[in-house]
């Protein structure tokens, strides 16, 4: 599989760029470390449910779109100019 980042997995203290992919009940996360060895991805995004990780339900992440940061991440370094 090839790794294309499409979002960021936001959480308290790390922000990691993900690739979703259409899983069973819902979509899968892949990490780029996860999309080279082929493993199964730890987190997934059920619609309507939330993140889970591992079969978990957990709380403090959030799921950006990686153009939409990358546009927020320019404007930001305009302003500080």
Do not use: D, N
Request: proline content about 7%; hydrophobic content about 40%; overall charge positive.
């Amino acid at each position: 599989m090839t790794f294309t980042p499409t979002h960021v997995l936001i959480s308290r203290t790390k922000e990691t760029p993900v690739q979703l992919v259409a899983g069973p009940k819902g979509y899968w996360l892949y990490t780029e470390a996860e999309a080279q060895k082929g493993a199964t991805p730890a987190f997934e995004v059920r619609p309507k449910l939330g993140i889970y990780c591992r079969g978990q339900q957990v709380v403090g992440f959030s799921l950006q779109p990686l153009t939409a940061r990358t546009e927020a991440h320019a404007e930001a370094i305009q302003v500080a100019k």
